[in-house]
């Protein structure tokens, strides 16, 4: 299995970043996905997840509204569309599949004037 997040950098509040995560190693369009975050100096948190036919999607309280989690079965790649950006959605974002121990190397989002 492997898990490659790309996408982030350096934004202003307000702003906005897609994330992206190639997978590759198992049968992508049969899993779950999901994405997650850990802010500087605090844990790993579940953000969103999305049913393996991308018709059902679920996302933490703090980011509904302002960030869209989407997937593209044909190429194997998980999305995180982020808007209306706030200094604390800072944090390494990680694609994941939920139940199973792989993690990528995760991409750093940081949300600063």
């Known amino acids: 299995v492997q898990l490659v997040e790309s996408g982030g950098g350096l934004v202003q509040p307000g702003g906005s970043l897609t994330l992206s995560c190639a997978a590759s190693?198992?049968?992508?369009?049969?899993?779950?996905m999901s994405w997650y975050r850990q802010p500087p100096g605090k844990g790993r948190e579940l953000v969103a997840s999305i049913g393996s036919t991308g018709a059902s999607t679920n996302y933490v309280d703090k980011v509904k509204g302002r960030f869209t989690i989407s997937r593209d079965n044909a190429k194997n790649t998980v999305y995180l569309q982020m808007n209306s950006l706030k200094p604390e959605d800072t944090a390494v974002y990680y694609c994941?599949?939920?139940?199973?121990?792989?993690w990528g190397q995760g991409t750093q989002v940081t949300v600063s004037s």
């Open positions: 994941h599949i939920p139940g199973q121990n792989d």
């Open positions: 190693g198992f049968t992508f369009s049969r899993y779950t």
